[in-house]
């Protein structure tokens, strides 16, 4: 072998630990200030505390009279409290008077509690007179009235920093005013494809060449996992071609690259990252698909050599990029992996034993559990089998079957469905 990284070359990784160098050496990236309605789905990089109170007024909840729930203690429907009707506060209004013992005061929606008032009658439970209001049912202080900064104090830390911002959060913001609001940097990913096979989809196939797929799964992921791709198109396998393909994808924050890192002739990223000067940290791990995987820091630049067949690649990145992409985007740890379920198998299944075995899966929810099935088609080159399915079913290495209705780790590449 023409290795010259005896220490990482041998050696082949299991998962958890390959992960672990490979998050080892991703840093948080920096922020940047965004337009509130561009922030969906970025990650907030500072906590926020809102400098007023949410609501900013003690206010009523229904229709009705604001009344001192003490005068309705009495009240029902055949012997009715009358109070006298002091003014009509439509949201948006302040009132002018306040609500004394035997007053109530007909009140909106979102308007300004009245002072004196402690408790809102809804409209369906009065009958209107002239000056007066029949209440036929009794009411408890504080019944259907909001308090001024009962959802959000003044002064209180109300989202943390590493918050995914989704439309509850952008309306919690907005309610903050806050038009502007420091996100984590959105990573730019490169995406190189190796091989002489390989052709781009709009190019004329020749026999025996392939159609580039993984570039786009690639970018799909990419875009998924909230960071920005760009294509740098087909790399031939030369170590000339290779080496310059890498030079122009350090432009990037991230580099990716599929195929040529296996043990064939005309895999050469391998010796072109070493040749670059790239601190490589890791070759091989112990799963299926996907045991090529190289993965090393070039001019500060996470790079991660995945595997050229199509499911293997993106399997690779949902297990060791994705992750590492979410740790630069500022994600708590504890999201930095796919979300793991336990799941019933429909049918008995068979993997290798030699290693941990990621099988493709449709995930479902009825009754009370989760189920998994598993497809059909599970060769590494089988894309199909990476549609119509959200999970991947974890075998550990040395299980070689595993029998129907039993309980199976699953992790969840997209929500599951429910029925099934
Ligand atoms: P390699 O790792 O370069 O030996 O490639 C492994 C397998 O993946 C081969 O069958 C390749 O033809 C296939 N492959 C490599 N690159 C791509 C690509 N960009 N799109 C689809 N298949 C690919
Ligand atoms: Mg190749």
């Known amino acids: 072998m023409k290795d010259k990284n005896p220490v990482t070359t041998d050696r082949i990784f299991t998962v958890e630990e390959a992960q672990q160098v490979v998050l080892e050496a991703i840093v948080p990236f920096g922020h940047e200030r965004m337009p509130l309605l561009s922030c969906l789905g970025r990650v907030l990089a500072e906590p926020v505390t809102p400098s007023s109170d949410i609501p900013p007024y003690d206010n009523s909840s229904v229709d009705g009279y604001a009344v001192r729930a003490a005068d309705t203690r009495e009240a029902t429907s055949e012997r009715p409290c009358l109070l006298e009707t002091v ?65 959000v104090r003044a002064g209180e830390p109300a989202l943390a920093a590493g918050i995914e911002l989704g439309p509850g959060e952008i309306g919690l913001l907005a309610s903050f005013r806050r038009s502007f609001v420091t996100v984590t940097r959105k990573p730019t990913v ?159 299944i068979r993997a290798g034993g030699d290693r941990r075995h990621y099988l493709r899966a449709r995930v479902f929810y009825r009754g009370d559990r989760f189920y998994a099935s598993a497809a059909t088609g599970q060769g590494s080159g089988m894309l199909s089998s990476m549609t119509g399915t959200n999970g991947l079913i974890v075998v550990e290495t040395g299980v070689t079957a595993i029998a129907e209705n039993s309980e199976v780790e699953t992790l969840l590449m997209r929500p599951w469905q429910s029925g099934g």
């Open 87 to 151: 003014e009509e506060i439509p949201a948006g209004k302040i009132p002018q008077n306040g609500v004394a013992s035997g007053q109530a005061a007909r009140i909106m929606t979102g308007a300004v509690m009245p002072v004196g008032a402690d408790a809102v009658v809804m409209v369906e439970n009065t009958h209107t007179r002239e000056r007066t209001v029949e209440i036929l049912k009794p009411v408890a202080p504080g019944q259907n009235v909001r308090y001024r900064g009962e959802d």
């Open 190 to 348: 490169a995406i190189l494809s190796t091989g002489d096979e390989v052709v781009d989809i709009d190019e004329r196939a020749e026999p025996g060449q392939i159609v580039n797929s993984n570039s786009y799964s690639l970018a799909a992921l990419v875009r998924k996992a909230g960071a920005t791709p760009i294509l740098q198109g087909i790399v031939r396998d030369t170590e000339k071609d290779v080496k310059e393909a890498i030079k122009e994808a350090l432009c990037a924050d991230f580099v990716l690259s599929t195929g040529g890192v296996s043990v064939g002739d005309y895999d050469f990223v391998k010796q072109a990252l070493i040749d670059l000067g790239a601190d490589m940290r890791l070759w091989r791990v112990r799963m299926k698909p996907g045991k090529p995987l190289a993965f090393g820091v070039i001019e500060n630049k996470p790079y991660f050599g995945l595997p050229g067949n199509p499911v293997s690649c993106m399997v690779s990145f949902l297990l060791f990029t994705r992750p590492a992409l979410r740790k630069a985007m500022g994600y708590p740890a504890s999201e930095w992996h796919l979300p793991m379920v336990a799941a019933t198998l429909t049918h008995p």
